[in-house]
């Protein structure tokens, strides 16, 4: 582990006169300009962020450290007879901008292991939830109620020199990653298994660790290191991102910013899709009585929910243009895994029926399959039919990405984030607009 925290220093070290230049030098230059429907719109597509740790490539896709999600999958060491790589490997990955050797992922699960233990209390205050509670604000909960234990927040009271700050973020995120796979099954096992835990094996990675206490025998932990990896960051624009990068500005410590990600990504228009995707076919496969319809009949259907006005869900992404390659990567592991599945015999085919139509319709920009568009039919195929809970699966991937990035705005003293505001008439005035006000009285007469 010291070898971790030592690259991570240089890499540091390296990369502070980069920012210190482009402040002092260039910090007048215009980079982007600002439309109305932007403003309005929620800031979409402003640039006006900065992360190192991944880019998401209209035409390529997600890049972490400027790998595609096909090279991630390629370069980063893998476990014994596994398909998918160490999670741990792609923290590394993130952190330093450098592919793992075996010895240096093995370094990092070991670390992972010695720091997995969750306080008693996070446990009190899961089971304090009502029953009925949604995963999610558990979830959220019991990383919220971990800040007590807050390396950053005590060096910071102690008087930590600035340059230091992401000395204790890293060794905050580093105890609760590892802790977040017990704190996601405790919670599983609380609502839909009678409260019948599965006790972690410190001998295995996170992505086998997690498996084993879901109760799922192979491949779910290829499964799992799969789900994590690929949801583990998507630039900082993104809600979840962004989130934790706003509250983290304030320095707030990793568990205050990850609680508050996460409760972004639990609103339904961010960390929802996958579900909806997912009960969308089933409502299809009820339609045609539980049968797999021809080539023509799912074209039909397709059209049929195009003319009615709705959309066809995972289809389509604000960004890319192409299809998602974390849906491919998923795809190749159904092709191998769950070709007989039912349901997935539905995502086949309107992975091959669908983007067409989608194109002759032209209302999509992207007439391709997202990331949405079958994570929820691999989750149900290996038994996790709860649909709340695969909000929480996201949420420990995406928490990999922000920690990252949270450690790295710690160490390039990024400040605290605060956009300027204007309001409407403001806008009225910018664009040429007059409107001629009305007072009370004057109504009155």
Request: proline letters at 5%; aromatic letters at 10%; charged letters at 25%.
């Amino acid at each position: 582990m010291s070898n971790l925290k030592q690259v991570l220093r240089e890499k540091i070290e390296d990369w502070r006169p980069r920012t210190k230049t482009l402040l002092q030098e260039h910090g007048d230059k215009v980079i982007d300009k600002v439309t109305v429907s932007q403003i309005i719109g929620g800031m979409r597509g402003i640039k006006c962020l900065v992360t190192d740790i991944s880019y998401l490539d209209p035409s390529e896709g997600i890049r972490y450290r400027g790998y595609t999600l096909s090279e991630v999958f390629q370069l980063l060491p893998k476990p014994k007879n596994a398909e998918m790589p160490y999670v741990e490997g792609l923290l590394y990955l993130l952190l330093t901008g450098d592919i793992p050797t075996e010895s240096q992922a093995n370094d990092l699960v070991d670390e992972f292991s010695k720091r997995r233990i969750l306080p008693r209390y996070v446990y009190e205050v899961i089971d304090a939830w009502p029953c009925c509670s949604h995963p999610m604000a558990m979830f959220s909960s019991a990383i919220l109620a971990m800040a007590r234990e807050s390396f950053f927040a005590k060096k910071y009271k102690a008087g930590i020199n600035k340059n230091d700050y992401w000395d204790p973020m890293f060794e905050d995120s580093l105890n609760m990653l590892a802790k977040l796979p017990e704190i996601g099954t405790y919670i599983y096992a609380k609502l839909y298994r009678d409260g019948k835990r599965i006790v972690g094996n410190p001998d295995l990675d996170l992505g086998a660790n997690f498996a084993h206490m879901m109760g799922k025998a192979k491949p779910y932990d290829d499964v799992a290191r799969m789900h994590f990896i690929i949801h583990a960051d998507h630039e900082s624009g993104n809600v979840s991102a962004h989130t934790a990068h706003l509250v983290g500005s304030s320095l707030s410590d990793v568990y205050l910013a990850t609680s508050a990600m996460i409760n972004g990504l639990a609103g339904p228009l961010h960390g929802l899709a996958n579900q909806e995707v997912l009960r969308w076919l089933q409502d299809l496969m009820d339609k045609m009585g539980g049968e797999t319809p021809t080539e023509d009949e799912m074209k039909q259907f397709v059209w049929d929910t195009l003319h009615s006005g709705q959309v066809i869900p995972g289809f389509g992404h604000a960004v890319l243009r192409k299809t998602d390659p974390r849906y491919m990567i998923q795809r190749e592991f159904s092709l191998k895994h769950l070709a007989d599945d039912p349901i997935f015999k539905y995502v086949d085919l309107l992975y091959r029926v669908a983007p067409p139509i989608l194109k002759e319709h032209g209302k999509a920009k992207n007439p391709w399959p997202n990331v949405d568009a079958q994570s929820g039919v691999i989750q149900w195929h290996y038994g996790v039919t709860e649909y709340d809970f695969y909000t929480v699966l996201f949420g420990i991937g995406r928490a990999i990405g922000i920690a990252a990035n949270l450690i790295w705005d710690r160490a390039l003293g990024y400040p605290l984030e605060r956009p300027k505001s204007v309001t409407t008439e403001m806008l009225e005035e910018m664009v040429g607009i007059k409107q001629q006000h009305i007072t009370k009285d004057m109504a009155d007469e």
